[in-house]
């Protein structure tokens, strides 16, 4: 797939949502020790966010694919003890490092993943942001894809959307 | 067992947490650290006692793989430069190896393991840095067989 077809479509196409969710599940298995289940986001789900959403943008100069994960509070709990073996406080700076890292984690699977369908980018830097009833917010509304996992770390959901880079 | 003088770069205090906890489970060698941010931080504490590098690709101000490059530009053709990033792609890896001059490539998240199978060739019995590992033909192709296995 080229850039070129994807600046014109309306949607996110079905294989870059595959290559997405599959990178989300190895990522999580690698962090958690379990496979993540892929489930249905039911409409309580598809409003705001709460909890920490690591952010974090794989990029080219013609299109950008912004991930953003969320992470409840539980969730950010079991996910720091298995990826660091302690139970970091929530509203801490390194709870927040630690998920700006697992999105970076999660780009850089990304990025490798949809270059073999010819998106050639790069990752931005992470940005973590920690709050309750957080909505994502995008000029111009581009198409957006919001998928929910479970694991032995708990549930999380993941917001992908995708916009013509600036 | 002499001190080997690790400088760990990444903008992730977490992850140099994590470099720091695997290089001292491996048992390898005796470590002392020295971290730094970004490649910018890590030039300015870079000096001669500094024995083994292992650095993070996508950092604020300079990145990792222009770090590498200044190290070896800079006439540092053996000190051990071991790249531990997210990135994954074959394209980048390729980048890391021949404009970096980075030695080897550990992608995130990592287990003690891996980081010893990356690294235990540059050690030798003693726990101090081997020597004869300069030859970066002999390095590239061990490089190749990890990414190939």
């Keep these: 797939m080229i850039t070129e077809e994807l600046k014109k479509a309306d949607h996110i196409p079905a294989e870059i949502c595959d290559i997405v969710r599959d990178s989300v599940i190895n990522t999580f298995a690698s962090i958690c020790g379990d496979t993540p289940q892929y489930e249905d986001v039911s409409e309580e789900e598809k409003g705001p966010l709460n909890g920490i959403i690591g952010n974090i943008a794989v990029f080219n100069p013609d299109l950008t694919f912004t991930l953003m994960i969320a992470i409840p509070k539980e969730t950010a709990f079991k996910i720091s003890e298995a990826f660091i073996g302690m139970k970091l406080p929530f509203a801490s700076d390194d709870m927040g490092d630690l998920i700006g890292e697992i999105a970076n984690i999660l780009a850089g699977d990304v990025a490798a993943n949809i270059e073999k369908v010819g998106f050639r980018g790069q990752s931005s830097l992470p940005t973590a942001t920690r709050g309750s009833d957080l909505t994502l917010f995008m000029p111009n509304k581009p198409p957006t894809e919001k998928m929910k996992f479970s694991s032995s770390c708990g549930d999380f959901l993941l917001n992908m959307a995708m916009s013509q880079s600036r | ?149």
């Design chain 2, 1 to 149: 067992m002499s001190k080997i003088k690790a400088l760990v770069v990444d903008d992730s205090k977490i992850m140099r947490s994590q470099v720091k906890r695997a290089l001292d489970q491996l048992m390898i060698a005796e470590f002392e650290y020295e971290e730094a941010m970004d490649g910018e931080d890590a030039l300015s504490k870079f000096n001669d006692d500094i024995d083994i590098l292992f650095v993070d690709w996508n950092m604020p101000k300079m990145t990792g793989v222009e770090f590498a490059r200044a190290i070896r530009d800079k006439g540092y053709a053996d000190i051990p430069i071991i790249m531990v990033t997210a990135e994954k792609s074959m394209g980048k890896v390729d980048k890391a190896l021949n404009e970096g001059g980075a030695n080897e490539y550990i992608t995130k998240p990592f287990t003690a393991d891996k980081m010893a199978k990356a690294i235990s060739s540059y050690f030798d019995d003693n726990g101090n840095i081997a020597t004869g590992n300069g030859d970066e033909g002999e390095k590239k192709s061990f490089f190749s067989s990890i990414l190939n296995s």
